[in-house]
């Protein structure tokens, strides 16, 4: 039998690990989903592979490429389960991270209240260095060897093995850092060592800082799991030597190497929310939509970001838990309303939802596996608008132990049934909604011209009350919204990002050095590109700029030509692309105001390896089909509750692969698949477009 290419895409979550395999010859797209293993990630990795290459009647030695979103080192942040951690800076700022920044997360209405966050290193275990940088990259003072020595001394007989080195300006000139790596090298060999001015080479000492010790509490992790799984890999290969190439997803909407992301672990921190936008952004924009927000809801958490034109917006102002982190992301805001998300009464007697989730185990408690607390997923399949079974039957739901746990905490609240299940599926909405603010609102969008992609396992659950609670435009829903990640997995670049801080006022900028400083970034990127295998003549390279006007404290970054020279001419058009983001952003500019100075701050570079991306396939119309769409894909009708006024209502059940396009469906209805349910509304309405994504919107609009 002849070999085929199958490249495999597979997303781990919080509840399940989802796989999609592309044949690369014949454009078949098989999709899957298997349960997560918390304990070991690894061994639920494995088992998506054999299960996909058993409905593929495929081998190992078919895989041209397996593809991964991963939670590793976001988990390890989010819990806070840091080990203990060694930081080395320059003499006379040990107290670099308590100090941090100034400013109080919700202003200064929130300073009585607010707690400073654990540091992520403690305070007896900074050592300091002699020696200093100016900005220019000059040595005002140098290397201090001795104390090098001695910190690299200390570290080792206290037994602390990971070791973040940030000294001051060190994103101009890094010579002190290299010189201290190669002391704690041959003073302390088996530490696990991140420098700053590799792993972010930008200003700021502390976010610098963080993102270095981030990078550095996250390296035995990733190391550990990305070795574990390269090795089980070597299984699927029938002893043939051949080693399957392995890609993990990055948090900017690219991939790297495994081997390489052992080295820049941080960059992998928003792995798997990315995939996620990723996929519905291509759907979406294949679908005809520009303007889009995405909905990833899982069992843990939901994920929700902003499409532009087909391309998710980035960010370098991110955050994994109470840590922050400049490396460039997808911007992705989480929040805790998953279907495993607890619905609880706090001490004042008000019903809360999250973010403390069951899981995949115990999980909810209609999952019979020893769950305590009702859950979102419990209330979903109590009102009827899930069946008593997910995964087309491979998990039957108990019905009656999620009743019976809904209806404890309506009496602990004093409602009625129907009212604390509708209100713990509201209350998740309006959790969900404010996130989508976040990446809108906040952002200078209005959301009322948006459509809501929705995805993930219970992404599609809470769609109607959503476009209800924000006036969106409507909702697509893609074919195996719960696979949505892993297939954005399989259309992804390979994507390297470098910086530098250059700053300078665009009345005195140097077109030459900023001429050379791109140059330097782009070799430095096509480098990476050749180490991963792409020709130079496939390398595609992306320019952006970082700027304010001088005396803000933060900046605003915008696209910049990347096959220009730069001279007076580029700048002016760098500088009105500043200016038109600025008033997006802010609701002003000072355009034209000679007293307000465009100042540049940082210069970057991404370097793009392009892949062959699956194409979406149209599916059959239905009007080339004999008889109704009632007849074809109505399945049963159950009693459902969309509102605890008006009760449970006759609800049509429909087979979503029996659906066709041009195919209508009218609220109440409930449109079922493998993986995936999505309660329509009454008041809203289904249209089916040509490549099987479900449209839906209120009949009014």
């Known amino acids: 039998m002849a070999q085929r290419r199958i490249r495999i895409g597979i997303d781990t979550g919080g509840t399940f690990t989802d796989v999609v395999a592309f044949d690369e010859d014949s454009g078949e797209l098989v999709t899957t989903k298997t349960p997560s293993t918390p304990s070991n990630p690894a061994d639920g990795f494995i088992n998506g592979i054999e299960k996909v290459l058993g409905l593929m009647e495929a081998s190992g030695d078919d895989i041209t490429a397996v593809c991964h979103g991963t939670t590793v080192a976001t988990n390890k942040l989010l819990e806070g389960k840091v080990e203990q951690l060694g930081f080395i800076t320059t003499e006379g700022y040990e107290f670099m991270l308590e100090i941090a920044r100034q400013a109080v997360p919700d202003g200064y209405g929130n300073s009585y209240f607010w707690v400073k966050p654990p540091r992520i290193v403690a305070a007896d275990h900074v050592r300091t260095v002699g020696g200093r940088m100016d900005f220019e990259g000059n040595e005002i003072r140098p290397f201090d060897e001795e104390s090098a020595v001695a910190a690299a001394r200390w570290f080792k007989e206290r037994g602390i093995t990971t070791i973040g080195v940030c000294f001051l300006h060190s994103y101009a000139a890094d010579g002190h850092e290299l010189r201290m790596r190669e ?26 800082s963080m993102t270095t010790l981030v990078d550095a509490a996250v390296k035995p ?10 090795s089980r890999l070597e299984g699927f290969t029938s002893g043939s030597g051949r080693e399957i190439p392995f890609y993990i997803m990055k948090s900017n909407g690219g991939v790297l190497s495994a ?30 939509f520009d303007k889009i927000l995405t909905c990833d809801g899982g069992g843990t958490s939901t994920d929700v970001s902003v499409v532009l034109d087909g391309e998710p917006t980035l960010t370098t102002e991110g955050s994994v838990g109470a840590y922050p982190s400049k490396i460039p992301m997808i911007d992705v805001v989480t929040v805790g309303a998953g279907g495993g998300s607890i619905a609880w009464v706090s001490p004042e007697g008000a019903l809360k939802v999250g973010p403390h989730s069951a899981g995949a185990d115990p999980g909810p408690l209609c999952y019979g596996k020893g769950g305590l607390n009702p859950t979102i997923t419990d209330a979903h399949v109590t009102l009827g608008r899930i069946p008593p079974h997910l995964l087309g039957g491979e ?18 609240l004093g409602l009625d049934y129907e009212r604390c299940a509708t209100g713990i599926l509201e209350i998740s909405a309006w959790n969900q909604a404010n996130a989508l603010r976040q990446v809108s609102v906040k952002r200078g969008l209005d959301v009322r011209d948006f459509m809501l992609t929705t995805f993930g396992g219970s992404g599609s659950l809470l769609a109607c009350l959503l476009v209800d609670i924000l006036d969106l435009a409507g909702v697509v829903v893609p074919q195996n919204p719960g696979n949505v990640s892993a297939f954005g997995l399989l259309t992804v670049d390979v994507k390297n990002d470098y ?3 250059q700053v300078a006022k665009q009345a005195a900028l140097d077109h030459a050095a900023i001429e050379k400083t791109f140059t330097s970034l782009t070799e430095r990127a096509a480098a990476a590109l050749a180490k991963e295998g792409f020709a130079s003549s496939e390398h595609q390279f992306t320019r952006t700029v970082d700027l304010r006007y001088f005396g803000q404290a933060y900046e605003v970054r915008v696209l910049a030509p990347a096959d220009e020279a730069v001279d007076e001419a580029y700048a002016a058009k760098v500088a009105e692309a500043f200016h038109d983001a600025h008033t997006q952003l802010y609701g002003y500019d000072f355009r034209g105001d000679p007293t307000q100075q465009v100042e540049w701050v940082n210069l970057r570079v991404t370097g793009v ?24 894909a109505r399945r049963s009708t159950r009693q459902v509750c969309f509102d605890a006024d008006h009760g449970y209502v006759d609800t049509g059940v429909w087979w979503r692969p029996d659906l066709r396009a041009g195919d209508v469906v009218t609220g109440p209805a409930i449109i079922e698949e493998f993986g995936s349910t999505v309660p329509v509304h009454p008041g809203f309405v289904v249209k089916v477009d040509t490549f099987g994504n479900l449209v839906i919107t209120k009949e009014d609009k």
């Open 499 to 501: 910086v530098q801080t």
């Open 221 to 230: 992790n990733v190391s550990r799991y990305v070795t574990n799984i390269h």
């Open 395 to 412: 998990i039957p739901l108990d019905v009656d132990a999620a009743r019976t746990g809904i209806e404890a905490l309506a009496k602990q």
């Open 259 to 288: 081997d390489e992301v052992v080295h820049q672990p941080i960059t992998t921190t928003m792995s798997g929310p990315a995939a996620g936008a990723l996929g519905a952004a291509l759907i979406a924009q294949k679908a005809g």
């Open 183 to 208: 002391i704690l090298r041959a003073e302390h060999p088996e530490a696990i060592v991140s420098i700053s001015s590799e792993v972010l080479r930008e200003y700021r000492e502390y976010e610098r």
């Open 609 to 632: 390896g392009p892949i062959t991306r699956p194409e979406l396939l149209e599916i059959a119309s239905a009007e080339g089909e004999s008889g109704s769409v009632e007849e074809r």
